[in-house]
T-cell receptor, first 114, second 113 residues
Framework: EDKVVQSPLSLVVHEGDTVTLNCSYE??????LLWYKQEKKAPTFLFML????IEKKSGRLSSILDKKELFSILNITATQTGDSAVYLC??????????????FGKGTKLTVNP | KAGVTQTPRYLIKTRGQQVTLSCSPI?????VSWYQQTPGQGLQFLFE???????NKGNFPGRFSGRQFSNSRSEMNVSTLELGDSALYLC????????????FGPGTRLTVT
């Protein structure tokens, strides 16, 4: 059975701290790994990673994938209160029918205190 | 471009009733996926429709069904509601069905009493 596990489940930090969120996975027919940020309702796309060892970066956020060890990390440096959200990791896999399917982890709830 | 819209935004139903949720994708998008999000299980895939055909289905009982119309709008129906169906139901649209280009709607919060 496909599995995506995120850790920690929740995290409380102070503004300015650096955080690392973890995502490990076991899926068949892996295509890519995605990170989303969910603040109120709709998750918003952050990164898609397909190749091992190549860091994706956007401002203070960065992410990297290790396809050999089957995990990814999302780093946020100099955290701000606006970073408070649930961060979701999802793996895109091919189904037997040839279509794609996203399998989500349960998320990491990040709270950044002023 | 307008984003993905979902109606209604909030819904309270009684056990045993049925419910229909609606999702209007971004104009031009032909793929609509539905997800259920609960605190215990996280975000779980329900099904995906592309050009009015169900392409993919998650591990949910037959009480959960959906359809897609020719204008790509999609509906999800849950019959014989159970307390455990209380959740946030999210739909996401994409132009080609490629998962990473999905845009999520704001969700419908369903409470079953």
């Amino acid at each position: 059975e496909d599995k995506v596990v995120q850790s920690p489940l929740s995290l409380v930090v102070h503004e300015g701290d650096t955080v690392t969120l973890n995502c490990s996975y076991e899926v068949t027919n892996f295509r890519s790994l995605l990170w989303y940020k969910q603040e109120k309702k709709a998750p918003t796309f952050l990164f898609m990673l397909t190749s091992s060892g190549i860091e994706k970066k956007s401002g203070r956020l960065s992410s990297i994938l290790d396809k050999k060890e089957l995990f990814s990390i999302l780093n946020i440096t100099a955290t701000q209160t606006g970073d408070s959200a649930v961060y979701l990791c999802a793996v895109d896999r091919l189904t037997q029918g040839g279509s794609e399917k996203l399998v989500f982890g349960k998320g990491t709830k990040l709270t950044v205190n002023p | 471009k307008a984003g993905v819209t979902q109606t209604p935004r909030y819904l309270i139903k009684t056990r045993g009733q049925q419910v229909t949720l609606s999702c209007s994708p971004i104009s031009g998008h032909r793929s609509v996926s539905w997800y259920q999000q609960t605190p215990g299980q996280g975000l779980q895939f329900l099904f995906e429709y592309f050009s009015e055909t169900q392409r993919n289905k998650g591990n949910f009982p037959g009480r959960f069904s959906g359809r897609q119309f020719s204008n790509s709008r999609s509906e999800m129906n849950v019959s014989t509601l159970e307390l455990g169906d209380s959740a946030l139901y999210l739909c996401a649209s994409s132009s080609s069905g490629t998962s990473f280009k999905q845009y999520f709607g704001p969700g419908t919060r369903l409470t079953v009493t």
